[in-house]
T-cell receptor, first 112, second 112 residues
């Protein structure tokens, strides 16, 4: 079944740790996105990719980095986590054009 | 530029009440329009969509009509249930891949 996956679903870590949030999709979509969702619900685009070896920063400045080595995989890395990184992170993919985005279940990150 | 303006919440309704969540947009060209729903602890799910003027999207008793003359895409449901309690996002997609814009979300609580 075509889907989009995120792991882990929940993560609690200490300040200064390096973490990678995983996102994979089986739909063959070229376009993938990372959003940060604040407690007030609003979504903020932090990274996107149009395809393999393509990555761009989004509207919200983020200290995270991403890579796109394979079409299906779009991991997000924080080199040194801080309490200000505590948030919900949502991954999405799309075939592009006027089509919708498909979302993963999200990763709830808490940095102590 | 493109943008989506969504009715602010939170909205609290009694079961079987009529629901309207307003959404207006600004866009160049002819975007596609979407409503997403987010249940607690989950990612966003596509609820319905419309791809051209006067199209009506519908799903699970929810409806929205793409009104180009009023640049609106209001979400309606005739009789809400407790299980409809969630956050609802209006969104639009232009043709270029990163032109996907979300409203700020409207929280709905339905009480028995």
């Amino acid at each position: 079944e075509a889907d989009i996956y995120q792991t882990p679903r929940y993560l609690v870590i200490g300040t200064g740790k390096k973490i990678t949030l995983e996102c994979s999709q089986t739909m063959g979509h070229d376009k993938m996105y990372w959003y940060q969702q604040d407690p007030g619900m609003e979504l903020h685009l932090i990274h996107y990719s149009y395809g393999v070896n393509s990555t761009e920063k989004g509207d919200l400045s983020s200290e995270s980095t991403v890579s796109r080595i394979r079409t299906e995989h779009f991991p997000l890395t924080l080199e040194s986590a801080r309490p200000s990184h505590t948030s919900q992170y949502l991954c999405a993919s799309s075939p592009g054009g006027y089509n919708e985005q498909f979302f993963g279940p999200g990763t709830r990150l808490t940095v102590l | 530029g493109n943008s989506v303006t969504q009715m602010e919440g939170p909205v609290t309704l009694s079961e079987e009440a009529f629901l309207t969540i307003n959404c207006t947009y600004t866009a160049t060209g002819y975007p596609s329009l979407f409503w997403y729903v987010q249940y607690p602890g989950e990612g966003l799910q596509l609820l319905l969509k419309a791809t051209k003027a006067d199209d009506k999207g519908s799903n699970k008793g929810f409806e929205a009509t793409y009104r180009k003359e009023t640049t609106s895409f209001h979400l309606e449901k005739g009789s809400v249930q407790v299980s409809d309690s969630a956050v609802y996002f209006c969104a639009l997609s232009g043709y270029t891949g990163n032109q996907f814009y979300f409203g700020t979300g409207t929280s709905l609580t339905v009480i028995p």
